[in-house]
């Protein structure tokens, strides 16, 4: 039985309760431990991208594929039997079928509504969803949401959920409490780039962001840090999402106000080297809200602080705060 991971109820998985939770994640857990442990010294951290795609949902796929492969040999002996299943197991649950529609992680939008914005990423068996937006008196304010997805149908809902009294920028550690949530959101993914979102606020088509000039969404530069959601394990109820597009870098913030109310900061920059992300961040204010047509934001002058991310890998490194506090932070799937 593990925990429930906090991030995870965070993307509101406590749609399911945390028992059915681990009964869902539990005989995959040790593979995916296994799999970053050992199969990711050699392969993509995400096996969806790379040769170990291969081996799922197909029997003894593993086993033979270590069998088989020379370089992959040693590991036939190295690994137990139950070791073995249960990468098995877990490739299962997170390699999608082929031809299933895998939506781009990073931020999506609706270009005819700007100001509004939305993450996606697939990680683990799980779609996760996390909308930026304002409240009706104009402060900023989030809502995410998470579902399971296999892919076998382009689709998929879950109840929205928005949090409060989680930590604020710069206070200590504090646990996020569960607000009412506004209701459901239901996504439909088009292609790999496009999508329809529908929810509280009817249905919005959206797309994913481009940081670079060009017609598709760049990868990464090599070396350069994962685009998807990151947090601090130890600062559960906040986190950060990245997308990164050749050099480019978009950074959004989630957390809470001084006073308990969702915030969240954002800023792009390009990122000269692999190794630091340097910005202002922004608040912004008086934008859509969840359930309104569009109307402009305004950018909140000056901006609430400097905030740098030196990275060691392009899955962790280290958040340095407007004032100085370092945070360490590392990939969330
Ligand atoms: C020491 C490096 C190394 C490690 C560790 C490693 N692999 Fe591989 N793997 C390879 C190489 C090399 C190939 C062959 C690549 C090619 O043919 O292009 C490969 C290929 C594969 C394939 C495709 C086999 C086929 O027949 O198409 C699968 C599946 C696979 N690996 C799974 C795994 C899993 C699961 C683990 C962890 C238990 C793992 N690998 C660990 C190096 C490694």
């Known amino acids: 039985m593990i925990p429930c991971r906090p991030l995870l109820a965070l993307f509101a998985l406590l749609s399911m309760s945390c028992g059915a939770l681990a009964q869902a994640v539990d005989p995959v857990v040790r593979g995916g431990q296994v799999y970053r442990d050992l199969c990711a010294m050699c392969h993509a951290a995400d096996p969806n991208r790379d040769r170990p795609a291969a081996a799922a949902r197909r029997q003894d796929g593993v086993l033979t594929a270590l069998e088989t492969t020379g370089a992959m040999r040693f590991l036939r002996s190295t690994l137990s039997a139950a070791d073995i299943s249960a990468v098995q197991a877990w490739l299962d649950f997170v390699v999608l079928p082929a031809g299933a529609v895998r939506p781009e992680t990073g931020i999506w939008w609706n270009p005819a509504e700007p100001g509004r914005g939305f993450a996606l990423e697939y990680g683990q068996g799980f779609m996760t969803f996390s909308a930026y937006f304002y409240a009706d008196d104009g402060r900023p304010d989030w809502a995410t949401a998470a579902f399971r997805y296999d892919g076998s149908v382009a689709w998929g809902e879950a109840p929205l959920n928005q949090f409060r009294d989680g930590q604020a920028l710069l206070a200590p550690w504090r646990e996020a409490l569960l607000a009412p949530s506004p209701g459901a959101v239901s996504i439909r993914f088009d292609s790999p780039t496009r999508a329809t979102i529908t929810w509280p606020g009817g249905s919005v088509p959206v797309e994913r962001v481009l940081l670079e000039a060009g017609t598709t969404a760049r990868p990464p530069a090599p070396g350069y840090p994962e685009p998807g959601l990151w947090w601090n394990p130890a600062e559960t109820g906040r986190g ?37 992300f340097e910005a202002d961040w922004y608040r912004f204010a008086d934008g859509q809200t969840l359930r309104g047509a569009f109307r402009p934001v305004r950018r909140v002058e000056p901006p609430v602080g400097r905030v740098v991310i030196d990275f060691d890998t392009p899955r962790s490194g280290v958040l340095t705060l407007p004032g100085g506090r370092r945070v360490p932070i590392v990939r969330y799937f």
């Open 240 to 276: 950060y999402v990245l997308d990164v597009q050749g050099t480019s870098v978009m950074l959004l913030g989630y957390l809470y106000d001084d006073d308990g109310r969702a915030l969240w900061f954002n800023t792009i920059a390009s990122m000269p080297t692999r190794f630091r």
